[in-house]
């Protein structure tokens, strides 16, 4: 029972990440067609880290989704530790494009 | 990796010992392909070779005296006289780093190299990387076997060889290696399907946009198999995980590398992958509905979606289109655009047209480059599409594009290199697998011996080989690939298919189905190590005749010996000592790498083309008559002239024969240069036949000025004719410096006159007195001989 | 001993050789060596002689045929100038000869040489190397039916009254000429496409250049394109007088302008007028006082340069409002005029152009009768390092909030699945 809760809390998390993380890149696109591209490197980082951690949340849900039988011998810790390091390496990346 | 992935209860002590021998193997690889590259170093000496090279050279120099940032910021003013250049924003800085962190690790571990030293021996190192890398794409794509002979054949392929010889320090000596490791990285990420690999892919695919300029055929040949998988049905979220996180991190780290920049996300290059990230995203999003609706939801729902989807794409695709055609190039590099239109850069851009390595090759260049390969790759590519996975497909896709790329392009011959030798390993691993195994199969039926009888028939086999080829080392080697191939392999390619659904147990079927007679597979055998002895051979004799040439120092072997000529030296080591340091020094922009990095002056064009009009008008000095070439030279205050010219020693890469070139790219931005004004009838001539212009310009007379003096008849060796006009004095130049085969002939610009004469007409009646004046002129002309 | 000073800082002029020999030295110290057919001359002409003496020049009067005539040993010169007064010799002694005399010039020296009308084949070669040519005609002299000078004996008319002199300060000194100089002998022409000789002397349009004896045919130059003297000045800055006649000066015509006219030329063909330097070339910086290796683009930038002029004792300050300064890469981007503080000191401010490149500071002041000032200096101009650009743009703040925000979340999401777990 604890179980079926706690990966109903996760899809809903995820869900909404992913939303959330759509959300912002849409604003955004607007917000550069209002102000024009100026500060291109920035606009690029804020688009592609929402993009990527929309991507990154996406390959998550379809590792740890336990109906998906392609990932049976990748254990969800793992999947879970390999997602970390690739959000750690995109926002790395996003903080020096930045500024 | 080597270690076996899941040892069977009965073999595991074989499968170590497998796994021990592949190491070695690899080892051993490792070695042969750093070993063969050395020729240039043991028949030459320890230099950098040819231009590009001198470059690297330099600025690893720079890097390692001055530090990562002040690289960064490099604005070099001694190139590109008197634009500059902005070195840290215009350079790959993949290989230079690469070098600079290998000579600062060696340093602090004080082993104290010379920069030098590291730059000359970083390529065959990573070739070396390379050809371990191809074993491991190959193990993904098709097993150990084909892995190991995969790597066989990339560290002796002779086309690789070419770039990647000791002292070649060029951008393509690392590229290969990252070119490899990124395909074998999406390759595992995609048969694993781990978010971490997908990491080290995006890391991977950063080192390679570092590196090279080529890096563009990943990111549009990964999207293209992604799109072939969709497209065949294939899709799996694997493919998601490889693809979708790939784009975004490999997107974002292209960006950071400053000579890329924007263009990653820009040029029409990068939008194909941009294009099948949104495909791919569709699609997941369709298999997801499709995974939580019911199959007659699903129907609705498609309908719905794709009414939509269809008008937003193609509102997206219009607004692509009118953003790509607003701009002149419709977004494409001209390089690119050559790629894709064999007849564009003939047609617009002369000076991509006029590198050698830009022409499209021969057929003989395909036979010297990738050898008995070209007969194998059919063959690895049916051996791929018998089972067919996804791995299979993209090596076979691979090759499909860079056969295309390298029809193209001589130098890209480079790219197909890997491909080639990766289907030509599987091909011919699966041939010996066959081989042997119906062999084996026959002896265990003649014999009726138990399992461990084939060990020793494999020994007797090998040592038959051994026989054959002499011992020699690389063939052992080969040998030995071949031999331990069949045990592991046929555990990876169970595995393989498992991952294709198909029942294990039927391979071993179809292995009794296929068994050949004994004699047949034995010959067939045979005939395929003396093929490989072939190849062998052949690799040999072009790493240590054909590749290993530096260019900068030339041999030639006549009935009398040896000859070295060495005069690119002579003349760079007399322009660093006896010019002032400010000088500029004007040539062919072939020689300005090597003139900024050896003789340490300041050049107008140089290697990296980046200006037309700065070239062309070099271009255009060079086909003027003097005196106007002369007022242009001054106006970029130019001080010498270097001209190379190979008419005495008959070295046929001398700039009379790049001179139509010169016309051709000077005649684009200044159109007062035509082309036909130097040629008589069609045909590029220097002999008495030769067009007034051409015999007036200023490429004629500084190469042939006093040649005359050195035969009597100043007959040319490179043209085979005596040239047309033989005595001719120079009157706003002087000699300098010549060397001492002539390969390269200095003039300085002689400084206006400091008195104007008056009217030029002399006298009639001072023939007697005024001789002083005509010593005045003739001799000052050539104070060196 | 200021002289001294200046010194090193001369090495970065471009006329560095010219300035050198003739500043180093004290001008007082000038030898000069005269050549002669006949020693006679140095009677016939001592006023002139006296003159040159009087200011400072030691004279060494040598017969044109000495067979010891030497003008340099072990590789220096031995004379500062050479005064050629000798139009017959057909063949100088010693090892001078045509070719020694123009590498004379070109070394940086100074030249008279005065023809006559039986100009040897010789000085009519000399003064062709510097574009000037004298009539062709071995017995042409310059003839004026109308400015004559009455005389006792002429009746050709060929001792003319000339004042149609060249307008320049500098050359002929700022007093006017008043009397017309008187001129016998032969006329020359200049080469129009040379920018290095001036007539300093030309004759009046009803002159033409014709033998006497012979009977009249057409003259091969007429009027005012007959040039009497006229000066050349190399493009290292040695002077050349260059006279058609020798008997200009002599001591014979008193009450003519031609001893002033000739003292006052030979002042300026000895360096007395007209001879600039600049020294003190700086730029830095608006608020720093080092000179940078390189510039930036968009830096703002101060330069300045000194002038001076030989007075023929000492250098004094030259002023004038007309020096330019160029910021020049193929074509100049800034040209602007120096101001000046009349003490010698010229300077401007400008900002470097947004182009990055190898840039020159320029500074090209040609002025009639004025040694010509060519300096230029190159100065690279980088652009922008990386982390010069502008950090944080408010126009971007949108998209930091955003790129933070999901980093926030990712991190709340992490926290949130851990827990879960």
Same mark, same amino acid.
């Given at each position: ?99 | ?606 290697n990296n083309t980046w200006n037309n009009t700065h070239i062309a008008t070099v271009g255009t000095a060079m086909s003027s008559p003097e005196k106007s070439a002369w007022e242009i030279f001054n106006s970029l205050d130019v001080k010498y002239v270097l001209v190379v010219f190979g008419g005495l020693v008959g070295y046929p890469s001398d700039d009379i024969n790049k001179f139509l070139w010169m016309v051709r790219i000077g005649g684009g931005v200044f159109p007062h240069i035509k082309e036909p004004d130097y040629l008589r009838d069609g045909q590029y ?101 | ?330 074509? /100049? @981007?800034?040209?602007? $005029?120096? &101001? %000046? ?5 010229? !300077? *401007? ?48 703040? /949108? @998209?930091?909030?955003? $790129?933070? &925000? %999901? ?5 709340? !999401? *992490? ?7």
């Amino acid at each position: 029972m604890a179980k079926s809760t706690s990966s109903d809390v996760l899809t809903l998390i995820r869900s909404l990440r992913s939303a959330y993380a759509a959300t912002p890149t849409n604003l955004k696109v607007v917000y550069m067609g209002i102000v024009g591209s100026f500060p291109f490197n920035s606009f690029l980082s804020g688009v592609l880290s929402c993009v990527g951690t929309a991507v990154l949340a996406v390959c998550l849900r379809i590792q740890v989704n336990k109906e998906n039988k392609e990932f049976k011998d990748l254990p969800p810790e793992r999947a879970f530790a390999d997602f970390v390091l690739c959000n750690l390496v995109l926002h790395l990346v996003i903080m020096n494009f930045l500024g | 990796m080597v270690a076996p992935v899941e040892p069977k209860p009965g073999g595991t002590l074989r499968n170590a010992f497998g796994g021990v021998l592949g190491f070695f193997i690899l080892l051993l690889i490792g070695v042969l392909a750093f070993s063969i590259r050395l020729f240039s170093v043991i028949k030459y000496e320890s230099v950098i070779h040819e231009f590009d090279p001198y470059f690297n050279y330099r600025v690893t120099q720079f890097l390692t005296k001055n530090g990562i940032y002040e690289f960064w910021n490099w604005f070099d003013d001694r190139t590109w006289y008197p634009l500059g250049r902005v070195i840290g924003g215009t350079v790959y800085p993949g290989l230079t780093l690469t070098a600079g962190t290998m000579w600062w690790i060696l340093n602090s571990l004080n082993i104290p190299l010379s920069v030098e030293t590291v730059c000359v021996f970083t390529a065959p190192v990573f070739s070396a990387f390379a050809a371990w890398a191809t074993y491991f794409l190959t193990k993904e794509v098709k097993g150990i076997g084909s892995g190991l002979t995969a790597a066989t054949l990339l560290a002796l392929v002779p086309s690789y060889i070419s770039r990647s010889v000791a002292g070649s320090y060029d951008n393509e000596a690392v590229a290969i290696f990252a070119l490899i490791f990124t395909f074998f990285l999406y390759i595992k990420t995609l048969n694993t399907g781990s978010l971490f690999y997908a990491t080290l892919n995006a890391l991977s695919y950063f080192y390679m946009v570092c590196s090279w300029g080529g890096y563009t055929f990943i990111i549009n040949l990964i999207p293209m198999h992604a799109l072939l998988c969709i497209v065949t049905g294939r899709y799996s979220s694997r493919l998601y995980i490889a693809y979708a996180p790939l784009v975004v991190l490999g997107t974002l780290l292209a960006a950071l590398v400053p000579v890329v920049g924007f263009n990653a996300v820009m040029t029409s290059e990068h939008f194909a992958s941009f294009l099948v990230f949104i495909i791919i995203h569709v699609v997941a999003f369709v298999y997801f509905i499709k995974g939580i609706l019911s199959p007659k939801m699903f129907k609705v729902a498609i309908t719905l979606v794709l009414t939509v989807g269809i008008a937003v794409c193609i509102a997206v695709i219009a607004i692509l289109v009118a953003l790509v055609a607003s701009s002149p190039t419709k977004g494409w590099s001209g390089r690119s655009l050559s790629l894709l239109d064999p007849t564009y850069a003939s047609k617009y851009i002369p000076i991509i047209a006029s590198v050698s390595e830009h022409q499209p090759p021969t057929w003989p260049s395909y036979f010297m480059d990738i050898n008995i390969l070209a007969f194998l790759v059919p063959a690895g590519i049916i051996a791929c599409f018998l089972p067919l996975s996804d791995a299979s497909s993209f090596v076979v896709l691979y090759l499909v594009t860079s056969v295309y790329f390298s029809g193209v392009m001589v130098r890209l011959m480079l790219v197909l290199a890997p491909a080639a030798c990766i289907l030509s390993g599987i091909a011919l691993s699966e041939a010996f697998d066959v081989l042997t195994q119906s062999v084996k199969l026959q002896l265990v039926k003649l014999l009726e011996g138990p399992l461990s009888n084939s060990g020793d028939t494999k020994d007797e086999n090998s040592t038959a080989q051994n026989d054959v080829l002499k011992a020699d080392k690389q063939v052992a080697t080969n040998n030995k690939t071949e031999d331990v191939k069949e045990r592991p392999s046929k555990k990876n390619r169970k595995k393989d298919k498992e991952n294709t659904e198909k029942a294990p147990v039927k391979s071993h079927n179809e292995k009794r189905l296929l068994a050949l007679p004994l004699e047949a597979s034995a010959i067939a055998i045979i005939l395929l190590v003396v093929l490989g002895s072939l190849y062998v051979i052949h690799c040999v004799w072009a790493a240590a005749e054909a590749y290993s040439a530096p260019s900068i120092v030339l041999t030639s072997r006549s009935h009398d010996g040896l000859h070295v000529f060495d005069d690119f030296r002579e003349a760079y080591a007399w322009l660093r000592h006896n010019t002032e340091v400010d000088d500029k020094v004007a040539s062919w922009w072939d020689y300005g790498y090597q003139t900024t990095a050896m003789a340490n002056r300041t050049v107008i064009v140089d290697n990296n083309t980046w200006n037309n009009t700065h070239i062309a008008t070099v271009g255009t000095a060079m086909s003027s008559p003097e005196k106007s070439a002369w007022e242009i030279f001054n106006s970029l205050d130019v001080k010498y002239v270097l001209v190379v010219f190979g008419g005495l020693v008959g070295y046929p890469s001398d700039d009379i024969n790049k001179f139509l070139w010169m016309v051709r790219i000077g005649g684009g931005v200044f159109p007062h240069i035509k082309e036909p004004d130097y040629l008589r009838d069609g045909q590029y001539r220097i002999d008495a036949q030769a067009t007034p212009t051409m015999l007036n310009c200023l490429m004629y007379k500084l190469s042939y000025y006093r040649f005359v003096e050195t035969d009597g008849k100043g007959f040319d060796r490179v043209r085979r004719t005596e040239i047309g006009k033989k005595h001719f004095k120079l009157s706003h130049f002087e000699e300098v410096f010549t060397t001492h085969h002539w390969m390269v002939r200095i003039y300085k610009l002689k400084p206006p006159k400091n008195r104007m004469k008056g009217k030029t007409k002399k006298p009639k009646h001072t023939s007697k007195p005024l001789s002083g004046a005509r010593r005045d002129g003739s001799t000052k002309k050539n104070p060196w001989q | 001993m200021a002289k001294m000073l200046f010194l090193p800082l001369l090495i970065l002029l471009l006329f560095l050789f010219e300035c050198e020999s003739f500043s180093a030295e004290n001008p007082t110290d000038r030898r000069l060596l005269v050549l002669v057919d006949d020693l006679a001359i140095r009677s016939s002409h001592s006023l002139y002689f006296k003159f040159l003496e009087s200011r400072g020049y030691v004279l060494e009067f040598r017969l044109a045929d000495d067979p010891k005539l030497a003008l340099q040993r072990y590789g220096h010169y031995l004379y500062d100038g050479l005064v050629i007064f000798s139009p017959s010799v057909q063949r100088f002694g010693g090892s001078l000869d045509q070719a020694a005399v123009l590498d004379f010039v070109d070394a940086g020296h100074d030249l008279i040489l005065a023809a006559d009308s039986y100009a040897s084949d010789l000085i009519r070669g000399i003064a062709s190397e510097c574009g000037v040519d004298f009539d062709e005609d071995p017995d042409a002299v310059v003839i004026d039916h109308v400015g004559y000078a009455v005389s006792e004996i002429d009746g050709e008319h060929t001792l003319i009254a000339a004042d149609d002199f060249i307008q320049s300060d500098v050359i002929l000194g700022e007093k006017k000429i008043e009397a017309p100089v008187l001129f016998r002998g032969i006329g020359h022409s200049v080469n129009p496409a040379s920018t290095l000789v001036l007539k300093v002397l030309s004759a009046s349009p009803s002159a033409y250049s014709a033998s006497p004896k012979t009977k009249l045919s057409t003259p091969s130059i007429t009027g005012s394109t007959i040039a009497l003297v006229s000066v050349v000045q190399a493009r290292n800055n040695a002077r050349m007088l260059i006279s058609g006649s020798l008997d200009l000066f002599s001591n014979r015509h008193e009450k003519s302008g031609n001893e002033q006219f000739v003292t006052e030329i030979s002042k300026w063909v000895f360096h007395e007028r007209g001879h600039l330097k600049a020294v003190n070339v700086t730029h830095h910086r608006v608020a720093e006082l080092a000179e940078p290796a390189m510039y930036r683009i968009n830096d703002d930038l101060e330069y300045s340069i000194e002038i001076y002029e030989w007075s023929g004792s000492s250098w004094k300050p030259y002023v004038a409002d007309d020096v330019q300064v160029q910021f020049y890469m193929m074509s /100049p @981007y800034v040209l602007k $005029s120096l &101001s %000046t503080d009349l003490k010698g000191l010229y !300077f *401007t401010s400008f900002k470097v152009p947004d182009v990055y490149g190898v840039f020159q500071f320029k500074v090209e002041y040609q002025r009639l009768g004025y040694t010509s000032l060519s300096l230029s200096k190159q100065i690279p101009v980088r652009p922008f390092r990386h982390n010069e650009y502008e950090r944080f743009i408010p126009a971007a703040f /949108p @998209y930091y909030g955003a $790129s933070f &925000s %999901t980093m926030a979340g990712f991190f709340i !999401f *992490t926290i949130v699945y851990l827990y879960n777990k």
